[in-house]
């Protein structure tokens, strides 16, 4: 039995994170997204090749496979697809480096439990589709099957909920699907998509089998993929372990765990589940609360607050600043004051801007969301839901209402101008 990973595509559902690192990059606590789906695959048993479809940032990719390919007994292979032309096209690539008769797929933005995995993997139907109950389907491709389980149509965002059983990007198939791949033609949206093949399958006669999930997680936008951090930390951290230095006058309640070289400085307060990378310096006088990543590398100095949030490796928040349901992404520097709200004054719902459209998190309590390599002000106050994009810089006494996009400068008056190419390391082509 062989894997295909569809890791490919811009993640633009996960700016700003997204602007520095690819959608398989993103942390997972002390593991990138993509390990976490090659250490389940490893656990189900049966797995001798894994191919992981990429293209952004693709040599990012591969140095982080040859990095951990060594812990893994399946052989891995990073397949570029080229232009991204959609998930039926990436899985086209990918079969062209699977040598047996069935495969399993799998979407990398999406999260699935060891247990059915197996089951998927055990199948004896030549054709497999796994399925998730959700109790508003609109934004997701719905599944329509009969009563014995086979599938009879995939109807892709429907405004009324016919079914409240959705594509969870989880298949088997025979490889023969790549004769049915090769006869997609392009979607409205200039994709050719994984879903027309399957539904070219039903039309063919073919048994396709839904399997309904136990466990599923969409992480294709950036307040999901906090809500799975905070899960994820619950199971990573069950009980205290403290590899690095803590002070006297430090309080530590429930689960922590503190990697090598860290030290928690006099006066701190830290709530579990808590995790700390290593080389990290907290306080003195910070409070870390429930729910709180801090990456490698990171300094949370003097009376500052961090509440269910994820900072990620090397950033610097040295003095008095809140940080609050928030994603701070790597190398940010947060200047004295700077202030991360994530609530808003009429405690309604938080909306987030996606693809120009502001979009309901489900969420009443969600921060900042920071791109790398962003540097604020004093005294700089963000907004529930807002973003920053990468390497922007924002002055003294700012407050952020709108988003800003990656590689800006914002001044005091709240005009925006753009960051000299030179200072500025991503393709703001992508994003802009």
Same mark, same amino acid.
């Given at each position: 039995?062989?894997?295909? $990973?569809?890791?490919?595509?811009? +993640? ?6 997204? %602007? ?44 982080? &496979?040859?990095? *951990? ?19 039926? %096209?990436?899985? /086209?690539?990918? #079969? ?23 089951? &998927? ?33 995939? *109807? ?5 909920? $016919? ?31 994984? @879903?027309?093949?399957?539904? /070219? ?48 006058? &430090? ?28 080389? *990290? ?15 490698? +590398? ?32 790597? %190398?940010?520097?947060? +200047?004295?004051?700077?202030? #991360? ?15 120009? &459209? ?7 309590? /969600? ?17 529930? +839901? ?11 006494? *700012? @407050? ?31 994003? #802009?």
């Amino acid at each position: 039995m062989e894997a295909v $990973i569809l890791a490919a595509g811009f +993640g633009r559902g996960l700016e700003p994170i997204t %602007h520095t690192r690819p959608k398989p990059l993103i942390p997972v606590i002390d593991k990138t997204l993509l390990e976490y789906h090659l250490d389940n695959l490893s656990s189900v048993g049966v797995i001798k090749r894994v191919v992981v479809v990429a293209n952004y940032m693709i040599d990012m990719v591969r140095e982080r &496979v040859k990095m *951990v390919e060594d812990k893994y007994e399946f052989e891995l292979k990073v397949v570029d697809q080229g232009r991204p032309l959609g998930t039926g %096209h990436s899985l /086209l690539k990918g #079969l062209e480096e699977v040598r047996g008769e069935s495969v399993v797929v799998l979407y990398v933005d999406s999260v699935y439990s060891v247990e059915d995995l197996k089951k &998927v993997a055990a199948s004896s139907s030549s054709y497999l589709v796994a399925a998730y109950h959700v109790d508003d389907p609109r934004d997701y491709g719905v599944l329509i099957g009969d009563p014995s389980g086979e599938l009879k149509d995939i *109807v892709e965002k429907p405004s009324q909920p $016919i079914s409240k059983l959705i594509n969870a990007g989880l298949y088997k198939f025979s490889t023969n699907i790549s004769s049915y791949l090769e006869r997609i033609e392009l979607s409205p949206r200039g994709e050719y998509e994984l @879903t027309d093949a399957i539904k /070219l399958l039903i039309r063919s006669g073919a048994s396709i089998r839904i399997h309904e999930l136990k466990y599923w997680r969409d992480l294709g936008k950036s307040w999901l993929y906090l809500s799975f951090c905070k899960e994820a930390l619950s199971e990573r951290v069950r009980e205290s372990i403290v590899y690095g230095r803590v002070e006297s006058g &430090v309080s530590i309640k429930g689960p922590v765990y503190i990697g090598k070289n860290s030290e928690v400085l006099s006066g701190s307060y830290i709530e579990g589940p808590v995790y700390i990378g290593d080389s *990290v310096t907290i306080g003195p006088n910070a409070y870390i609360r429930p729910g709180s990543i801090i990456l490698d +590398g990171s300094r949370i100095g003097f009376s500052v607050e961090v509440k269910e949030s994820v900072v990620m490796e090397e950033v610097r928040a040295h003095h008095l600043s809140y940080i609050g349901d928030s994603i701070v992404c790597e %190398h940010s520097n947060l +200047g004295a004051g700077t202030i #991360l709200a994530n609530l808003r004054l009429d405690n309604k719902e938080i909306k987030v801007r996606v693809k120009g &459209v502001k979009v309901p998190t489900g969420r009443r309590k /969600l921060g900042g969301l920071l791109g790398g390599y962003t540097r604020t002000g004093v005294n700089v106050s963000v907004n529930p +839901g807002i973003k920053v994009g990468a390497y922007s810089r924002i002055f003294p006494g *700012v @407050t952020l209402y709108e988003d800003v996009p990656p590689c800006s400068i914002v001044k005091p008056d709240g005009s925006i101008e753009s960051l000299p190419s030179s200072e500025c390391f991503i393709d703001k082509s992508v994003w #802009l």
